[in-house]
């Protein structure tokens, strides 16, 4: 089951598709972060998801947050499957030990050795705020983002 708003995210080190290691902690204090759990690079859902994002991008840096997606994939498919698709936030390789940031967060699925399509917005403070899991196969759509970000962040004057 995956964790409940109002709850402190675990922290983690993971590292990107360069290779750098890239903790939860680091932004503790600094910005919020949007986690995005997806299944499997290069598969048709994942990259129409992540290409809204990165088409929507502007969204979450005029909100000061940082957007990170996790996967089960390692760095190196993570880093060819940035560069095909021009993303331009940073992948995480959840690949050794196997899922096991997808796991504390409570989104992977065993049965299928990745996780979930999952997001979770967390605050400065290290607190879950906004979370939405999709059912298998079912796209997360930006108005779901939008108003997660809304329900966040505050309003910009």
Not at 79 to 107: C, I, M, N, Q, T
Not at 145 to 154: G, H, I, Q, T, W
Request: glycine content about 6%; aromatic content about 12%; proline content about 6%.
């Amino acid at each position: 089951m995956a964790l409940e708003n109002d709850t402190r995210a675990p922290d983690f080190e993971l590292p990107n598709q360069f290779g750098e290691h890239v903790r939860l902690h680091d932004y503790i204090g600094k910005k919020p972060v949007t986690l995005v759990f997806f299944p499997l690079a290069f598969s048709s859902t994942c990259t129409s998801e992540l290409c809204d994002l990165r088409d929507n991008l502007a969204m979450f840096k005029q909100n000061g947050v940082e957007l990170i997606g996790i996967s089960v994939d390692s760095k190196a498919t993570l880093r060819a499957f940035a560069e095909a698709e021009g993303y331009d936030f940073p992948l995480l390789a959840d690949f050794w030990p196997h899922g096991s940031v997808s796991k504390e967060y409570g989104v992977f699925v065993p049965e299928k050795g990745y996780a979930n399509r999952a997001t979770f917005i967390i605050d400065t403070n290290g607190i879950i705020r906004a979370s939405f899991v999709t059912a298998p196969g079912e796209a997360r759509s930006i108005a779901e983002y939008r108003a997660a970000l809304d329900s966040v962040v505050p309003a910009r004057v």
